[in-house]
């Protein structure tokens, strides 16, 4: 089925949440690099001639060029016209998709559209409500919220991002994923369902509306069988979470598995889990520790890490790829699924990551774009078997996410509050958008050590001949 906006092709599958105003928002398609530079070093550069300074001057001058990035960007996300939107939008009064209950805001009336970060801010602190599902007015977000930077944003971004991405320390890592992860595990339960995998599922055809379940025991079966699991082998899986695919791959496939997470309840639970599953512990464990401290040996036939590279960091990346290698055999295998981010950003794109790094994710500051990712792997000693960009999928996840989360409103609320409710309702909804529209993504990744003596030959595919 297919539906028409504005002369748009709008297709209705059966496997996601379709959108209703695919709508583009402004972005670098009408940024100037350029510009932005020019002013940030000419700035300091105005300041000497005007005033009649020395040039002994400039280098003191420079840190001037802070206000001023922040401040063309700042004016960049709010006079900037979107580029190539071919959408019409509903064009309704701000208060038909949202009330405002605190009299501060009350400049946001009719069509003055509220900045995203203050619309979500105050709607956690209970200052503002919504008219109806936050997923169905989100997707109509063009229409009553701006995307432009606001302090609060700068502020987060100077004084928190950055420290934390310079920083990447044992104790920052493991008090960010405890305090994250070690919540409670009905808490993340009340979304992830009985399965408590926090990665991407896989949809088997987009014309079936498959359940949460289905989709992650699609993505179970797929890594085993494209890392090719043999009876006997040991397999480390690195930021195991709950324990899933470690418990999986031990039963069906019969490898030696071993996953390691910071969380205290996750290694408990995981640990849980191998019973339920009928493996024996001596098969199978789940470890708590640091990714730095995995022993570098025995080696293992296949390694694998599901989102869990991201909280590594992008000063450590490469360092972290460089330790894989050293634990992997010679002829073992690397699956790598890893959130990203893509090159052609719009606002909304940043705006939302620094939601995420704020109040989901924090310090999961290596989400990068594919070209990164694929340089790190290769400056490290890998060559690229295959990728997959799995992004379409991650949406059809996180809405079955969401749509569970909804159902589990009075639970969540009683134990944890309306604020941790209202937060991870507004992640789900705004992910699931986010990721059907190519904001963020995720890549599956497939790779080994760029070896002469590696047998490339037993890794060709049917694949390739799969018109």
């Given at each position: ?52 300074l020395?040039l ?14 922040a401040?063309y ?81 700068f ?39 009985p399965?408590m ?16 379940e ?33 418990a ?12 390691i ?78 959130a990203?981010?893509r ?62 989360w909804?159902?589990?409103?009075d ?31 995720c890549y ?23 018109f």
């Amino acid at each position: 089925m297919t539906s028409e906006t504005s002369g748009l092709k709008l297709k209705n599958w059966a496997a996601i949440k379709n959108p209703p105003y695919p709508a583009e928002g402004a972005g670098n398609q009408t940024f100037s690099s350029y510009t932005l530079f020019g002013i940030v070093l000419g700035g300091p550069l105005f300041l000497i001639i005007y005033f009649r300074l020395s040039l002994l001057f400039y280098p003191f001058l420079l840190p001037l060029g802070l206000p001023i990035f922040a401040g063309y960007f700042y004016l960049s996300s709010k006079y900037s016209t979107p580029y190539n939107n071919k959408v019409q939008l509903p064009g309704r009064k701000i208060e038909e998709y949202i009330i405002i209950q605190d009299s501060s805001l009350a400049i946001y009336s009719n069509r003055n559209k509220i900045p995203m970060e203050l619309f979500f801010e105050n709607y956690f602190d209970g200052k503002i409500d919504l008219r109806g599902d936050a997923l169905e007015i989100l997707e109509s977000r063009h229409d009553w919220a701006s995307f432009e930077f606001t302090m609060g944003q700068f502020k987060f971004f100077l004084t928190q991002w950055i420290p934390e991405t310079l920083v990447h320390s044992k104790k920052q890592d493991e008090e960010q994923v405890r305090d994250h992860y070690d919540r409670g595990d009905d808490f993340y339960a009340a979304f992830l369902g009985p399965r408590m995998v926090y990665t991407s599922g896989i949809i088997s055809d987009q014309n079936k509306c498959e359940t949460l379940e289905e989709m992650q025991d699609n993505k179970l079966k797929l890594v085993c069988e494209r890392m090719r699991m043999k009876e006997g082998e040991r397999h480390l899986d690195i930021g195991c979470g709950w324990g899933t695919l470690v418990a999986y791959a031990a039963k069906h496939y019969g490898v030696d598995s071993t996953g390691i997470t910071l969380g205290r309840n996750q290694t408990q639970f995981g640990n849980n889990r191998i019973k339920e599953f009928g493996v024996d512990g001596q098969q199978a464990r789940i470890k708590c520790m640091d990714y730095r401290d995995i022993p570098r040996s025995p080696k293992y036939h296949k390694i694998t890490c599901l989102e869990m590279a991201e909280h590594v960091g992008v000063r450590l990346f490469t360092t972290f790829l460089e330790q894989v290698r050293d634990m992997l055999e010679d002829d073992g295998l690397f699956f790598l699924q890893i959130a990203g981010l893509r090159r052609t950003w719009q606002y909304e794109d940043f705006i939302w990551g620094l939601f995420m790094a704020k109040y989901i994710f924090p310090g999961a500051d290596a989400s990068c774009p594919l070209g990164w990712v694929i340089d790190k792997l290769e400056v490290s000693g890998f060559e690229i078997q295959s990728v997959d960009t799995i992004g379409v999928h991650y949406s059809g996840t996180i809405w079955r996410w969401y749509q569970n989360w909804l159902k589990n409103k009075d639970t969540i609320t009683a134990k944890y509050g309306k604020r941790w409710y209202r937060i991870w309702e507004i992640f789900l909804a705004w992910s699931t958008i986010i990721s059907r529209q190519g904001s963020a993504t995720c890549y599956q990744i497939v790779a080994h050590k760029n070896l002469n003596a590696f047998d490339r030959a037993e890794l060709i595919s049917k694949k390739l001949l799969s018109f």
